[in-house]
């Protein structure tokens, strides 16, 4: 077995995106060993579904849903105490193309051994031409982080191919040193999902860990829906805003983001009641130190 690498790809009841994806990656030169699926407790029949269409894949079912970060938690482990040296974050709904990425992408890594979260370029798929993430950048008065020419099509910019520091690397698809975990740590499992990569990597800066943007490294992203504002993803984003900042930027964000809650408070009163009562809800859970996979009641 290479253990090189190990690619982690979490499966929550779309088992489709996650063979589509296993597919593209051995048609790039990926063998099934590289793979581990996470099955985050799936209420559909994924785990039938994966056994039958991807049976070389080593898959851990999970007991209950662990979100983006205790699942793929689950993955760095594994990937650790089978002595991988990088773990490879990848969302499941992303499709590899070329045969050079994932290649490229490791040997950028081992040859840049200073770095210790490296990632590529993102574009949409099936718009293949539109940007999806261009290298990132953290905004610190905000208390966010910024995709580079997100959304641009690629023949309206100056696409440079020179990789580059950065100081943030999403959550769609990076790859992290193993040796350098004992420093940066896992994902914090307090966030679940949402904004939990904007954490990771404002933790690795602040440890002073680098962060590498390869161009040359292309991956294609679904993205189908993100930009919903379902109720689960409005009241992870008041809540998880909040304790972001708290732990990585300063007066500045705090005072931001509290007139930005005032201001949806007000505006949400008026015009949407269910965004105004998760609104409540998220900040009361925050003040009350209430972390981790949101109440059964928020759907």
């Given at each position: 077995?290479?253990?090189?690498?190990?690619?982690?790809?979490?499966?929550?009841?779309?088992?489709?995106?996650?063979?589509?994806?296993?597919?593209?990656?051995?048609?790039?030169?990926?063998?099934?060993?590289?793979?581990?699926?996470?099955?985050?407790c799936s209420i559909d029949d994924s785990v039938e579904k994966l056994n039958?269409?991807?049976?070389?894949?080593?898959?851990?079912?999970?007991?209950?849903?662990?979100?983006?970060?205790?699942?793929?938690?689950?993955?760095?482990?594994?990937?650790?105490?089978?002595?991988?040296?990088?773990?490879?974050?990848?969302?499941?709904?992303?499709?590899?193309?070329?045969?050079?990425?994932?290649?490229?992408?490791?040997?950028?890594?081992?040859?840049?051994?200073?770095?210790?979260?490296?990632?590529?370029?993102?574009?949409?798929?099936?718009?293949?031409?539109?940007?999806?993430?261009?290298?990132?950048?953290?905004?610190?008065?905000?208390?966010?982080?910024?995709?580079?020419?997100?959304?641009?099509?690629?023949?309206?910019?100056?696409?440079?191919n020179k990789k580059k520091y950065v100081d943030f690397i999403s959550g769609?698809?990076?790859?992290?040193?193993?040796?350098?975990?004992?420093?940066?740590?896992?994902?914090?499992?307090?966030?679940?999902?949402?904004?939990?990569?904007?954490?990771?990597?404002?933790?690795?800066?602040?440890?002073?860990?680098?962060?590498?943007?390869?161009?040359?490294?292309?991956?294609?992203?679904?993205s189908i829906g993100e930009e919903k504002h379902t109720p689960k993803l409005?009241?992870?984003?008041?809540?998880?805003?909040?304790?972001?900042?708290?732990?990585?930027?300063?007066?500045?964000?705090?005072?931001?983001?509290?007139?930005?809650?005032?201001?949806?408070?007000?505006?949400?009163?008026?015009?949407?009641?269910?965004?105004?009562?998760?609104?409540?809800?998220?900040?009361?859970?925050?003040?009350?130190?209430?972390?981790?996979?949101?109440?059964?009641?928020?759907?």
């Open positions: 077995m290479n253990t090189k690498y190990l690619i982690i790809l979490l499966n929550y009841n779309n088992w489709q995106d996650t063979v589509e994806c296993v597919v593209s990656l051995n048609n790039s030169g990926v063998n099934n060993s590289n793979i581990i699926i996470i099955e985050n039958a269409r991807v049976p070389g894949v080593k898959i851990i079912q999970s007991a209950k849903n662990l979100g983006f970060t205790g699942g793929n938690n689950v993955g760095i482990k594994y990937a650790l105490e089978n002595n991988f040296d990088y773990a490879i974050i990848l969302n499941n709904d992303t499709i590899i193309e070329s045969k050079d990425s994932i290649k490229t992408l490791v040997e950028e890594m081992d040859s840049n051994p200073a770095v210790t979260l490296g990632t590529g370029r993102i574009f949409y798929y099936p718009n293949k031409d539109k940007i999806w993430y261009d290298g990132g950048r953290l905004n610190r008065w905000r208390g966010m982080a910024t995709h580079n020419n997100f959304r641009k099509n690629q023949n309206e910019i100056n696409l440079l769609c698809f990076m790859c992290i040193r193993l040796k350098d975990l004992p420093k940066l740590g896992y994902m914090d499992e307090d966030f679940f999902l949402y904004l939990d990569d904007i954490e990771y990597c404002a933790r690795a800066v602040k440890k002073n860990l680098k962060l590498m943007f390869i161009p040359q490294v292309v991956i294609y992203h679904k409005v009241y992870y984003s008041m809540r998880n805003r909040k304790l972001l900042i708290n732990l990585h930027f300063g007066l500045l964000a705090k005072i931001y983001f509290e007139i930005v809650l005032i201001i949806k408070k007000i505006l949400w009163f008026f015009t949407n009641k269910k965004y105004y009562n998760l609104l409540l809800y998220a900040v009361r859970d925050y003040n009350k130190n209430y972390f981790g996979q949101a109440p059964e009641y928020i759907k």
